[in-house]
Every structure is written in C-alpha cells, then in structure tokens.
T-cell receptor, first 113, second 116 residues
Framework: AQSVTQLDSHVSVSEGTPVLLRCNYS??????LFWYVQHPNKGLQLLLK??????LVKGINGFEAEFKKSETSFHLTKPSAHMSDAAEYFC???????????FGAGTTVTVRA | NAGVTQTPKFQVLKTGQSMTLQCAQD?????MSWYRQDPGMGLRLIHY???????DQGEVPNGYNVSRSTTEDFPLRLLSAAPSQTSVYFC???????????????FGDGTRLSIL
C-alpha cells in the first residue's frame, strides 16, 4: 500500500521569502512522486514529478523538490514566494506500474504582501 | 487544445435524484479516472478506466457507476444522490506507455455538486 502525509495543512509566508512544503510518503515499490497545485475553482496542475532519475527535480514557476529515499520525503521549495503562489498544493505518490494515485490532504499556502 | 472538459461546472440536486457528470478528453489518453475532493482529505479515487470497455473501482465507489464506450468520454453516474455525495468531482486522464507510471494526470476544472 502507498500513502502520503503532508505535514502542514497551512503555510503562510511573506512575498519574497522562501516557501517550504513538507511531504512524507510510504510505498512498497519504487515510487513516482508528484506535486500538483490547485488554484481556487480550478483543477489540479502538475508542478513537477520525480521518476527515479535525478533526485533534485525542477518544476514550473521556480519550484523544485528533492527526493530523499532515506527520509521517505519529497519536500517542495521555492526560494522567493510570489502572490500568485497562493493556492493549495498536493503531494501525490504512485507505485511503479500501479495505476492508482494516493493524494496527501493538501497544504494551503497564503502569501502576505 | 481543450484537454479534459467537465460538465456541468455546478449542480444542485435533491436527495434521491440521479444525474450524470460528463467528462471528455481530446488527448487520446487511455487512462481516465474520477476523483472526489473533500476538505482535508485530498482527492479520493472513485472509479477508473484503463481503456474503452474497461472500468474498475477505486477507493470510494459506492453510489457511483461509470462506463467507457469510447476513448474520449468517461461519464460518472450518481444513481440516487445522497447528502454525503456533496463534493467537488474531478475527472482526469493520462497517457499510457513510455513508463506509464511516470505520466502525469491531466485534470478537468471540476464539477461542484451539492445534494440537498
């Protein structure tokens, strides 16, 4: 079985400061890991994905995430938050050759001017 | 490039009514799925399909039916709506092949459903 735990339900940052969203996972097999962003009243948009290549993954809009197998973590970071980053973020895991995704509960990010 | 299109965007039903949520994708994706999103619970898989004519249950299938007669369409039916089915419903699709587990999901904008 696979599961995802997002350690923070809500993160608040000031514009221009770093953002850290924490995600731990459990997986029986080599996982694929994803981060999605959801803006209000919208569907989910892929930010980045880890697929057993480089452990540091760069995504869109300046986000990146680092896969740490020893810590079973896949934390998402951005060096400088922008107002447009205010959204909900989901960490997602899929086992190798398994169709089903497991979603974390989500982290809501607010950005203060 | 439409991607994944869901209709309607909003719907209010009375308990016991039935309805169909429509989902269509124009990317020739084999895999399609339905999720419901509830506060603090992320997205939970309702049903999925790995190709036309093939469907299977996800994590929370009770009260929902699906069919997949074409590659493009994957409708979700509520047989007898209940207040517990008030939620936001997302349809998603993804390509197969090329290391299919690495292919990302493409999501529609959602259907917001309220059951009174």
């Amino acid at each position: 079985a696979q599961s995802v735990t997002q350690l923070d339900s809500h993160v608040s940052v000031s514009e221009g400061t770093p953002v850290l969203l924490r995600c731990n996972y459990s997986s029986s097999y080599s996982p694929s890991l994803f981060w999605y962003v959801q803006h209000p009243n919208k569907g989910l948009q892929l930010l980045l994905k880890y697929t057993s290549a480089a452990t540091l993954v760069k995504g869109i809009n300046g986000f990146e995430a680092e896969f740490k197998k020893s810590e079973t973590s896949f934390h998402l970071t951005k060096p400088s938050a922008h107002m447009s980053d205010a959204a909900e973020y989901f960490c997602v895991v899929r086992n190798f050759n398994d169709y089903k995704l497991s979603f974390g509960a989500g982290t809501t990010v607010t950005v203060r001017a | 490039n439409a991607g994944v299109t869901q209709t309607p965007k909003f719907q209010v039903l009375k308990t016991g009514q039935s309805m169909t949520l429509q989902c269509a994708q124009d990317m020739n994706h084999e895999y399609m799925s339905w999720y419901r999103q509830d506060p603090g619970m992320g997205l939970r898989l309702i049903h999925y399909s790995v190709g036309a004519g093939i469907t299977d249950q996800g994590e929370v299938p009770n009260g929902y039916n699906v069919s997949r007669s074409t590659t493009e369409d994957f409708p979700l039916r509520l047989l007898s709506a209940a207040p517990s089915q008030t939620s936001v419903y997302f349809c998603a699709s993804r390509a197969s092949g090329g290391g299919s587990s690495n292919q990302p999901q493409h999501f529609g904008d959602g259907t917001r459903l309220s059951i009174l």
